[in-house]
Nanobody, 125 residues
């Protein structure tokens, strides 16, 4: 059974950076679509970045030019590098895996097979 554990969240000022990590176990991680989602307070969960089984990445328009998704297959770890953070980036961030295609940030929540527990990111102005 897949287990996903996020880390790296915290509180930063606007313009700062954070790197989130998502360590996977129980699955062959790079055989799945992997997506970073976030859920701002009082809002719906939304996808921000994805990486498919070929390593192709996609970013939501709201984070293009600021966020980068990457992976370390040897460590079964997914990363989200977040630069130039804005207060509107404040959210709980989750990593997720899916067997389904296409793999993109807008993947339906119903198609997610496994979720991490989330890590909180707070950006102050």
């Amino acid at each position: 059974q897949a287990q996903l554990v996020e880390s790296g969240g915290g509180s930063v000022q606007a313009g700062g950076s954070l790197r989130l990590s998502c360590a996977a176990s129980g699955i062959t991680y790079n055989r799945y679509c992997r997506v970073w989602f976030r859920q701002p307070p009082g809002k719906e969960r939304e996808g921000v970045a994805s990486i498919d089984t070929s390593g192709r990445t996609k970013l939501a328009d709201s984070v293009k030019g600021r966020f980068t998704i990457s992976q370390d297959n040897a460590k079964y770890t997914l990363y989200l590098q977040m630069n130039s953070l804005k207060p509107e980036d404040t959210a709980m961030y989750y990593c997720a895996t899916s067997r389904y295609a296409p793999c993109y940030p807008g993947l339906s929540l119903n198609l997610v097979d496994a979720w991490g527990q989330g890590t909180q990111v707070t950006v102050s102005s």
